[in-house]
């Protein structure tokens, strides 16, 4: 999900602020650890592929992916300065949360995964991990917090998402309008001022 509101964040940005003060505003971001956030995307990239293939990674996924999420909110904490920041911190630390109650694992609703398509809602039943996925049952500590939201068409993309993805998408959009959009507004605004402040010391 985080994807879509990245995706979502830059269409409208070039639309907002266009190329001159759209993509050409990430060239001067700067944020704190920035090698950290690309390093855990290979990291979760690396489990994903790895733990089909030893049965050793997919019996500690759970405490991996806690790593990534205890690692990820620590890289938001330290750039909480930049707008939205703070949103994609609850959002992180909601699908946290409610996995480290349930095992390292995210729950999923049954019924809400029934947009995905009978084979994955089959393996849910079996009661077989999908991912770092189980079914939520009578059992689910917050279960509000899981999985619970179906996005079907016509929405682009069919895919069940979470509160905490929400939350975090929404401070993802402001973050990239933020960028794309009103830094270049404030250099513009800045560059006036100083022009204006030229004249009158002339």
Same mark, same amino acid.
């Given at each position: 999900?985080?994807?879509?509101?990245?995706?979502?964040?830059?269409?409208?940005?070039?639309?907002?602020?266009?190329?001159?003060h759209g993509l050409h505003q990430f060239a001067s971001l700067r944020l704190r650890g920035g090698w950290i956030f690309p390093l855990l995307l290979l990291f979760q990239f690396g489990i994903f592929y790895?733990?089909?293939?030893?049965?050793?990674?997919?019996?500690?996924?759970?405490?991996?992916?806690?790593?990534?999420?205890?690692?990820?909110?620590?890289?938001?904490?330290?750039?909480?300065?930049?707008?939205?920041?703070? *949103?994609?911190?609850?959002? =992180?630390? /909601?699908?946290?949360?409610?996995? #480290? !109650?349930?095992?390292?694992? &995210?729950?999923?609703?049954?019924?809400?995964?029934?947009? *995905?398509?009978?084979?994955? =809602?089959? /393996?849910?039943?079996?009661?077989? #991990? !999908?991912?770092?996925?189980? &079914?939520?049952?009578?059992?689910?500590?917050?279960?509000? *917090?899981g999985d619970i939201i179906p996005l079907s068409s016509p929405y682009p993309r069919t895919q069940v998402i979470s509160i905490g993805d929400v939350v975090m998408n929404v401070g993802i959009f402001l973050?990239?309008?933020?960028?794309?959009?009103?830094?270049?507004?404030?250099?513009?605004?800045?560059?006036?001022?100083?022009?204006?402040?030229?004249?009158?010391?002339?």
């Amino acid at each position: 999900m985080v994807y879509d509101g990245i995706l979502i964040g830059l269409i409208v940005g070039l639309f907002r602020g266009g190329v001159r003060h759209g993509l050409h505003q990430f060239a001067s971001l700067r944020l704190r650890g920035g090698w950290i956030f690309p390093l855990l995307l290979l990291f979760q990239f690396g489990i994903f592929y790895l733990q089909e293939r030893w049965s050793w990674i997919a019996s500690i996924n759970g405490y991996l992916f806690a790593a990534v999420y205890i690692t990820g909110l620590g890289f938001l904490w330290i750039n909480r300065h930049h707008r939205g920041f703070t *949103l994609i911190w609850i959002g =992180v630390f /909601l699908n946290f949360l409610v996995m #480290a !109650v349930n095992g390292g694992r &995210m729950p999923v609703s049954v019924e809400a995964s029934a947009v *995905l398509g009978p084979f994955y =809602v089959d /393996l849910l039943r079996e009661g077989g #991990a !999908v991912s770092k996925h189980y &079914m939520m049952d009578a059992s689910t500590h917050l279960a509000f *917090l899981g999985d619970i939201i179906p996005l079907s068409s016509p929405y682009p993309r069919t895919q069940v998402i979470s509160i905490g993805d929400v939350v975090m998408n929404v401070g993802i959009f402001l973050f990239i309008q933020h960028i794309m959009v009103n830094r270049g507004a404030k250099v513009a605004s800045s560059s006036e001022t100083e022009t204006a402040e030229t004249y009158q010391t002339q």
